[in-house]
């Protein structure tokens, strides 16, 4: 999982789509292993070993082709995404957790890849931050230095470590504290000089992902209808509140930049597999999605909204299939 636009039914063809989307998600992996730490790479690792293991274990279990399970490529399309959404300071061992939650519980559970109604990786992520919001914040501190101390190493397995390995926030964290003091004018100055603030690395890592979804659309994986709806939405209800509150809320850029809508919008809205069969339905799915992300990351204690928006949209995709399936010439 994602499954993307495939059209063709052979294996060769779904294998060469979910690698074309691990490529594309390279270069954020890149970005988040050089300003957050080579930790990074050890979760990819933790990941894909545990979704390869889950996934030999219930194909076995099923009596299916075990080449064919493991080597389509959509776990470790899966495992990216995890790792890609989740802090690079967390424990190995909640790695392993919502990865085996994303793989087993919401992929294999339904009958294996392309059966499943949830978007696997985002329930890992909603399971982290449901179950570990204490490791929300836990982003390294970005380094000159790309290594990774024995120490700090030891501590990623017990949750335990250095006592400034791990006290960074988020931008958004950081953007909803001023928020609630009322420091509006910080905000607009880090944003007028956003590339001498810590939340440059941040900038850089949306546009990896906005480098990733331009690679997709242009090897023709996917197209830019969704993800231009669903930030549309997204940007649109930002405006909307921003501007109703009288200038009291977090700039719609900020809002923007500094979570994972981008990423989102073309790695996760784009995923036909839990989205409607049809146009009109896949469009409101993305308006759905980009609303919901904003209305969560607002009005809840949740930094970033993406996972449950994408969760909550999926449960409406029985409704959107029956409402707007096309009807058949003639009748």
């Known amino acids: 999982m994602p499954v993307y636009l495939c059209k063709e039914n052979s294996m060769k063809t779904t294998n060469n789509i979910m690698l074309q989307v691990f490529l594309a998600l390279i270069p954020a992996l890149l970005v988040k292993t050089y300003f957050w730490g080579i930790n990074t790479i050890f979760l990819l690792v933790v990941a894909i070993l545990t979704a390869t293991v889950t996934e030999i274990v219930v194909a076995k279990l099923r009596s299916k082709n075990l080449l064919a399970e493991v080597s389509n490529n959509s776990a470790a399309v899966t495992c990216m995404i995890l790792v890609l959404s989740l802090p690079s300071g967390i424990p190995y061992y909640i790695m392993l957790i919502c990865t085996l939650v994303a793989i087993l519980i919401a992929k294999q559970i339904y009958g294996g890849m392309g059966q499943n109604i949830f978007n696997p990786a985002m329930v890992g ?80 890592y949306a546009l990896s992902f906005l480098a990733g979804g331009f690679y997709l659309w242009v090897r023709k994986i996917i197209t830019l209808t969704l993800p231009l709806v669903s930030i549309v939405a997204f940007v649109g209800l930002s405006c909307l509140h921003y501007l109703i509150t009288g200038y009291s809320q977090a700039n719609p850029l900020y809002s923007l930049i500094y979570g994972s809508m981008i990423f989102g919008a073309f790695f996760i809205v784009t995923d036909p597999v839990t989205a409607p069969q049809y146009r009109t339905g896949r469009i409101i799915y993305a308006i759905s999605i980009g609303c919901l992300a904003y209305i969560i990351r607002a009005f809840t204690n949740y930094n970033d909204g993406i996972a449950f928006a994408v969760l909550l949209s999926n449960i409406l995709v029985p409704l959107l299939d029956k409402f707007f399936t096309p009807k058949e010439f003639g009748r």
Do not use: R
Request: proline share 5%; aromatic share 14%; glycine share 4%.
């Open 125 to 204: 992520v909603a399971v982290f931050l449901i179950t570990y919001p204490q490791f929300i914040t836990y982003w390294n501190i970005p380094s000159n230095e790309l290594n990774y101390q024995v120490s700090n190493m030891l501590g990623a397995f017990t949750g335990t470590s250095a006592v400034d390995a791990y006290t960074q926030a988020t931008p958004l964290t950081e953007i909803k504290t001023l928020m609630q003091m009322g420091n509006h004018a910080n905000l607009n100055q880090d944003l007028a000089n956003i590339t001498q603030t810590n939340y440059y690395p941040w900038l850089v």
